[in-house]
C-alpha cells in the first residue's frame, strides 16, 4: 500500500492519497490539486476515487476539478445530496482500490450525511485497518454538532447521532485500528482538537476526552455548550461543495492598481486587505484597510471577518505574497480578488495619500500605565476559552469573531487590544478603524508576553455596561 497525508497548516487540514496496484484514492482534498496529481503520477498510480466524508464547511474542496482532471469518479454519504454525477455510498459499501477494500460507515452527527471509510490491505494482513474519519473523530476530540450548515435539526439531535455513531460504531473497532480525521489543531470544526496528525482508536478511548463513559444526555449536554464561534462562512462553503468548485484556473487573476484607482475602488465598497505581517502593518498601512497577516490562519480568518462576494484589493510586500493570498482566498471560496495594490505601500506613499501608523505598546508599558492610573481599558480579543485560562486583570473579553457586531459596547477612551500574540489583535485595530474607531494602542506579544513577564493573570470576566459604553 502507498499512503501519504498533506497537512495543510493554513486550515488545519489533513487530506489522504493511498494507492495499490496501479490505482489510488483520494481523501478530502483541498481546493489546489496539483499535488495530488503530481504524487499519483510520480508513483505510477491512477486516481481511481476521490472520497469526500462529508460537506465540508470551513474550506473548498476540490473533488469535482480532481475528477474532471483524472476521470476518477467521486464519492460522498447518499444523504449528501449533491447535484453532480456522484457515487452515493451508504453503510456497508464496499469499493476496491488495487488490493485495497475500502468500507463505508456512515456516521452522521457532525453533519447528516458525515461517513468514515475504513481500509483494509487484503494483501499485507500485518498492516493495520487504517479509519479516515472525517470530522467524526478527531485525535482528543469529536466534531461539533451545531453548523449552520446542518439543516432541519438542532445541535441537540445532532448530538445525539453522534453519540451513537461513536458508541454503536467506530468505539466497536480494534483498539488496533489507525485513526486519520480531516483536522487538527486550530479547526472550529472541534473544540478541543490535537496537533497530533493520527492516533488509534486505542490511544482514543484512552485519552479522548469525549470518548469517556457518560451517559447519552451527559454527551449532549457536553457538545452542546461552549461551542466557538460558527464563521459566517461555513453555510456558503458547504453549499458550494454540494454543487462543486469552479477550477481554479477559471479564477480571474487580479491586476495592478495604481493608488489612485485603489482610492476610487475604496469609496466604492472595496476591502483593501493587507495580508503583510502585524509589525510591518503597524509601521504604515492605508487608513481602513484590514490586516490579516499570510503568518497565521489566513484563510480561516478571512472567511470569519469578509462577507463572501466582497471586492477585495490585496496589499503584500510582494507579487509571491499576492499570488499565496489569491490561493488562500479561494481555499475558503473567495474569488473576488480584483486588484493589488501596485507597489505595495511604498505605492500609495509615493502617489501622496496618507500612511497611518499604529501606536504599539510592550507589556511592561501597558503594566505601567495600568499602575500609574491611566484612564484605559483592555480589551481581549481571544475566544472565551483563552480568557477563562487567564487574562490581563480587569480586561474585558470580545472575542475577535463578535467585535463587529459589539462595537457599541466598547468602553469610551482610550483601549488596549491584546490577543494571544498579537496577530488577531492587529486584525482588531482594523476593523475599529474601519468603523471610524481609533484604538489607542495594540499591546505586542499579546498574554503570552504578559503571563511570559510574571505578571498577575485573572480569571474573572469584568461586566459590560452597554448602556453607558461608547
Not at 484514492?25 to 496529481?37: E, L
Not at 447521532?161 to 485513526?179: G, P
Not at 482594523?430 to 484604538?439: E, F, P, V
Request: proline fraction near 4%; aromatic fraction near 6%; hydrophobic fraction near 40%.
Amino acid at each position: 500500500m502507498f499512503f501519504k497525508q498533506f497537512y495543510l497548516g493554513c486550515l488545519a487540514h489533513g487530506s489522504y492519497l493511498l494507492g495499490s496496484n496501479g490505482e489510488a484514492v483520494v481523501i478530502d482534498p483541498q481546493r489546489d490539486v496539483d499535488q495530488y496529481i503530481e504524487e499519483a503520477t510520480a508513483q505510477n498510480l491512477t486516481i481511481k476515487y476521490v472520497i469526500e466524508t462529508h460537506l465540508h464547511a470551513d474550506f473548498v474542496s476540490g473533488h469535482r476539478e480532481l475528477a474532471e482532471r483524472t476521470g476518477a469518479q467521486i464519492v460522498f454519504g447518499e444523504k449528501a445530496k449533491v447535484t453532480f454525477p456522484h457515487i452515493a455510498t451508504s453503510d456497508g459499501d464496499l469499493l476496491k482500490v488495487g488490493k485495497l477494500e475500502l468500507k463505508t460507515i456512515e456516521t452522521p452527527g457532525h453533519t447528516p450525511e458525515s461517513i468514515c471509510i475504513l481500509v483494509r490491505d487484503t494483501e499485507d494482513k500485518r498492516t493495520p485497518e487504517r479509519l479516515f474519519t472525517g470530522d467524526t473523530l478527531f485525535i482528543g476530540d469529536v466534531g461539533r454538532p451545531d453548523l449552520v450548515a446542518v439543516k432541519g435539526y438542532t445541535a441537540q439531535e445532532m448530538a445525539g447521532f453522534m453519540f451513537e455513531s461513536l458508541h454503536n460504531k467506530l468505539l466497536n473497532l480494534d483498539d488496533a485500528v489507525e485513526v486519520y480525521p480531516a483536522h487538527g489543531a486550530g479547526s472550529l470544526c472541534g473544540k478541543h482538537l490535537s496537533d497530533e496528525k493520527s492516533s488509534t482508536i486505542g490511544r482514543e478511548k484512552q485519552f479522548n476526552y469525549a470518548l469517556k463513559p457518560m451517559s447519552r444526555e451527559t454527551f449532549i449536554q457536553m457538545m452542546t455548550t461552549d461551542l466557538p464561534e460558527v464563521p459566517a462562512y461555513f453555510p456558503k462553503d458547504a453549499e458550494i461543495n454540494r454543487q462543486g468548485a469552479v477550477p481554479l484556473g477559471t479564477i480571474v487573476t487580479p491586476l495592478p492598481l495604481k493608488a489612485a484607482e485603489v482610492a476610487r475602488e475604496m469609496q466604492s465598497g472595496s476591502l483593501v486587505l493587507d495580508v503583510r505581517s502585524a509589525v510591518e502593518y503597524a509601521g504604515g498601512h492605508i487608513k481602513g484597510s484590514l490586516n490579516i497577516g499570510l503568518g497565521g490562519q489566513f484563510a480561516s480568518w478571512a472567511g470569519t471577518l469578509i462577507k463572501i462576494g466582497t471586492p477585495i484589493i490585496l496589499l503584500a510586500s510582494d507579487l509571491a505574497s499576492i499570488d499565496e493570498a489569491v490561493m488562500r482566498l479561494a481555499r475558503v471560496g473567495f474569488e473576488t480578488a480584483v486588484g493589488y495594490v501596485e507597489n505595495g505601500i511604498q505605492g500609495w506613499s509615493n502617489a501622496g495619500f496618507e500612511v497611518i501608523q499604529s501606536l504599539v505598546v510592550t507589556v511592561d508599558e501597558l503594566k505601567r500605565m495600568l499602575e500609574e492610573g491611566d484612564e484605559l481599558a483592555v480589551i481581549d480579543v481571544r475566544r472565551a476559552g483563552e480568557f477563562e485560562n487567564g487574562h490581563v486583570p480587569n480586561a474585558i473579553n470580545i472575542p475577535l469573531a463578535n467585535l463587529p457586531e459589539r462595537l457599541s459596547v466598547l468602553p469610551a477612551g482610550r483601549l488596549a487590544l491584546i490577543c494571544a500574540s498579537g496577530y488577531r489583535s492587529t486584525m482588531a485595530m482594523g476593523i475599529l478603524d474601519r468603523n471610524g474607531l481609533m484604538a489607542s494602542m495594540n499591546v505586542v506579544g499579546g498574554t503570552n508576553a504578559w503571563k511570559g513577564a510574571g505578571y498577575e493573570v485573572a480569571t474573572e470576566q469584568p461586566e459590560v455596561n452597554e448602556q453607558t459604553a461608547a
